[in-house]
């Protein structure tokens, strides 16, 4: 069965370090989204991504952030220069288009020292 | 504001019990999303639903648009249904989600 896939499952980084989260999306699916859940809080929508291009944003995701997809499978959210708050968990999920469910990638753990 | 509340918060119950998580919401939506969060973290879709009621296996979810209440039913509990269940509206011109807190849902043997 087809799943979304992230990479790495845990980063730790230094505060004010770039890091680069990376998913690959169920081949199929046309728009692609990032979310973050903060240790014991709810999940937040950061950004939806179709057609090489950002259709939404969150409050959240200010300059410091960017998405892309490089290539034909990859989707990438970069954090330019991270901050402490910035530590959460941070899913991927894709979908055929945007009135049908969404799929899940299993999350990347990111850690702000 | 909350644009979405569940309840309950926890809830705790025995292996056999049928379990009902409720989910209100105040804005109009396109549909509603009903996802289970594993202990690990991941995220599973369960249902999308925009009107009446879908059913998989012992899962029953419902929605009544009118009201803007939705519920999640689990038919004969079963420990490894221990996660927390999340309803997240899909909203707006763009369709994003709009999460609500969770339901943690505990069944115990």
């Known amino acids: 069965e087809p799943e979304v896939t992230q990479t790495p499952s845990h980063q730790v980084t230094q505060m004010g370090q770039e890091v680069i989260l990376r998913c690959v999306p169920i081949s199929n699916h046309l728009y692609f989204y990032w979310y973050r859940q903060i240790l014991g809080q709810k999940v937040e929508f950061l950004v939806s991504?179709?057609?090489?291009?950002?259709?939404?944003k969150s409050e959240i995701f200010d300059d410091q952030f960017s998405v892309e997809r490089p290539d034909g499978s990859n989707f990438t959210l970069k954090i330019r220069s991270t901050k402490l708050e910035d530590s959460a968990m941070y899913f991927c999920a894709s979908s055929v288009n945007p009135y049908n469910e969404q799929f899940f990638g299993p999350g990347t753990r990111l850690t702000v020292l | 504001k909350n644009e979405v509340e569940q309840s309950p918060q926890n809830l705790t119950a025995q292996e056999g019990e049928f379990i009902t998580i409720n989910c209100s919401y105040s804005v109009g939506i396109s549909a509603l999303h009903w996802l289970q969060q594993h202990p690990g973290g991941g995220i599973v879709s369960l249902f999308m639903?925009?009107?009446?009621?879908k059913k998989h296996g012992r899962l029953i979810a419902t929605i009544n648009i009118q009201e803007k209440h939705s519920s999640l039913h689990i038919t004969a509990s079963h420990p490894r249904d221990s996660a927390v269940y999340i309803c997240a509206l899909l909203y707006g011109s763009n369709y994003q989600l709009i999460w609500g807190a969770g339901t943690k849902l505990i069944i115990k043997p």
């Open positions: 639903l925009s009107s009446g009621k």
């Open positions: 991504f179709y057609n090489n291009e950002i259709s939404e």
